[in-house]
């Protein structure tokens, strides 16, 4: 039987000193703006605004955790680290989509991946992977799908090329959205205030309300 596997991750930006020079050395202060305060101030909001947005990027941003789901049963898998080991991370990320696509088989079945805007989490996994040195199977992480071959709850709602939050699909659907406390863009945040397990709570939050979301679409006939 093939396995209907949900993913998600909480990211993090760039903490690498090179890499961040690299990224901020064109910035250049408004010349618009005279007075060297300004300017100072100018040039750190741009710089700040860059590596935030590293979060986001695979190429520079980090994986601070990950939960794994089976669409058929109410376990959530959650890897992650206090100190941003973000090897470690991916190997359990990667063992735990492997024990859930082999579960009850004598054999290894490539996984349904689904996800909200999955595609963008499949590719930032596997560019992480590549930077961190950790081998992968594409079966298991199918980064290069087309958008109609994966599970994407965005997708199937909206249409390719259209998006829609996961917090307002669960508002459409009547599920209970995961977007309460904190968001995506307080990971970085909460991690600087050593709040690890209030990510990961999040995290699987997420997991659990695509999970339902996607449920209730194949139940209905959207999803396979």
Same mark, same amino acid.
């Given at each position: 039987?093939?396995?209907?596997?949900?993913?998600?991750?909480?990211?993090?930006?760039?903490?690498?000193?090179?890499?961040?020079?690299?990224?901020?050395?064109?910035?250049?202060?408004?010349?618009?703006?005279?007075?060297?305060?300004?300017?100072?101030?100018?040039?750190?909001?741009?710089?700040?605004?860059?590596?935030?947005?590293?979060?986001?990027?695979?190429?520079?941003?980090?994986?601070?955790?990950?939960?794994?789901?089976?669409?058929d049963s109410e376990d959530i898998v959650s890897v992650s680290s206090g100190i941003a080991d973000e090897k470690?991370?991916?190997?359990?990320?990667?063992?735990?989509?492997?024990?859930?696509?082999?579960?009850?088989?004598?054999?290894?079945?490539?996984?349904?991946?689904?996800?909200?805007?999955?595609?963008?989490?499949?590719?930032?996994?596997?560019?992480?992977?590549?930077?961190?040195?950790?081998?992968?199977?594409?079966?298991? +992480?199918?980064?290069? $799908?087309?958008?109609? =071959?994966?599970?994407?709850? /965005?997708?199937?709602?909206?249409? %390719?090329?259209? @998006?829609?939050?996961?917090?307002?699909?669960?508002?459409? +659907?009547?599920?209970? $959205?995961?977007?309460? =406390?904190?968001?995506?863009? /307080?990971?970085?945040?909460?991690? %600087?205030?050593? @709040?690890?397990?209030?990510?990961?709570?999040?995290?699987?939050?997420?997991?659990?309300?695509?999970?339902?979301?996607?449920?209730?679409?194949?139940?209905?006939?959207?999803? %396979?």
């Amino acid at each position: 039987m093939t396995r209907h596997i949900v993913v998600d991750i909480e990211t993090l930006p760039c903490a690498n000193q090179q890499q961040i020079d690299f990224l901020l050395a064109s910035i250049k202060p408004d010349s618009r703006l005279k007075d060297p305060e300004k300017i100072e101030a100018d040039i750190a909001t741009k710089c700040a605004d860059i590596i935030d947005k590293t979060g986001l990027d695979g190429s520079f941003g980090r994986i601070l955790c990950a939960s794994v789901g089976d669409v058929d049963s109410e376990d959530i898998v959650s890897v992650s680290s206090g100190i941003a080991d973000e090897k470690a991370v991916l190997l359990g990320l990667i063992a735990a989509i492997k024990d859930i696509a082999g579960a009850g088989s004598h054999t290894l079945m490539a996984p349904k991946i689904v996800g909200h805007n999955i595609a963008w989490d499949l590719r930032f996994i596997a560019q992480r992977c590549v930077v961190n040195n950790v081998p992968f199977d594409r079966n298991l +992480l199918p980064f290069d $799908s087309k958008p109609w =071959e994966l599970c994407d709850t /965005m997708t199937m709602w909206v249409g %390719a090329g259209n @998006r829609i939050s996961l917090e307002k699909l669960c508002v459409a +659907l009547g599920v209970e $959205s995961p977007k309460k =406390e904190m968001d995506g863009s /307080m990971v970085a945040e909460y991690f %600087a205030a050593g @709040r690890l397990e209030e990510i990961v709570k999040y995290n699987r939050a997420d997991v659990a309300a695509t999970r339902s979301c996607y449920r209730m679409m194949r139940k209905i006939g959207m999803a %396979a």
